[in-house]
């Protein structure tokens, strides 16, 4: 049997944002392993999200699963943040085997990390040393760089993953980051609850943050995940 894997990334994001996990299941199996990047996302220089909606998104996600299923047996999906909402939506319209929701944004921004974040903003600021702070660049660069029409785009998504969440019914794991100030962590907790399904798993990184493919104990989750993604279904 041979196994597709389609990551997606999140929104104002791009293919950079799950590549770790998708470099770790290609070194360490067979499988077909594609990262779909969806309409007007890249790196931080292709970022041109003005023009499209979530109707752009939702039909990218749709048309990469399409094709990844006909060249394989059976399609895992796996997605980050608002990728975990199109994979939702994916699990609940066509087969999927198993589905890997990280730092899915089906609530986001927690008020108790951003305040840390940017308690920590106005330290740099006293010191001088405020350019230097990664979290400050990334908020100027999302106030630059995405179209207040987009969010709401976004939030389009976020509606009509709640709706279907509790119709998924494949083998499912979450990963969340304790210290994410954009997806609360009591989000995974909320995901997990609705989920119906029994075999499903969840993992807390203590220290990781929103972008959990680049926390410092992804090794520890990757291997947790790739065991859940391996084993045959009950």
């Known amino acids: 049997m041979k196994t597709g894997v389609l990551c997606i990334h999140g929104f104002s994001g791009g293919p950079y ?3 770790p996990f998708a470099q770790f299941l290609k070194d ?19 970022l041109n999200l003005k023009g499209n909606k979530s109707s752009d998104w939702i039909r990218d996600a749709e048309v990469a699963y399409r ?3 006909r060249d ?17 939506h994916l699990a609940n319209k066509y087969p999927v085997s198993k589905l890997v929701l990280l730092s899915a944004a089906l609530n986001y921004v927690s008020l108790k990390q951003l305040t840390e ?22 908020y100027m660069f999302k106030l630059k760089h995405v179209p207040v029409l987009s ?13 279907e969440i509790e119709s998924v019914q494949c083998p499912t794991y979450i990963v969340q980051g304790r210290r ?10 909320l995901l997990f609850n609705k989920l119906q399904m029994t075999e499903k798993c969840m993992y807390i990184s203590e220290k990781g943050k929103h972008f959990i493919c680049y926390s410092d104990d992804c090794d520890i989750w990757f291997n947790q995940v ?7 279904e009950i």
């Open 17 to 19: 944002e799950v590549e």
């Open 28 to 46: 360490h199996t067979n499988w077909d392993v594609r990262i779909l990047k969806l309409s007007g996302h890249g790196l931080p220089e292709e």
């Open 67 to 69: 094709s990844l299923a």
């Open 72 to 88: 394989v047996d059976e399609v895992i999906v796996v997605g980050f943040s608002m990728g975990g909402l199109l994979a939702i």
């Open 117 to 138: 974040d940017i308690i920590g903003m106005v330290g740099d600021l006293k010191k001088g040393a405020l350019k230097e702070n990664e979290l400050y660049e990334r």
């Open 151 to 163: 969010t709401v785009e976004f939030m389009k998504v976020c509606q009509l993953a709640k709706k």
């Open 180 to 189: 994410d100030g954009i997806v609360p962590v009591k989000t995974a907790q």
């Open 226 to 232: 790739y065991r859940f993604l391996k084993e045959p």
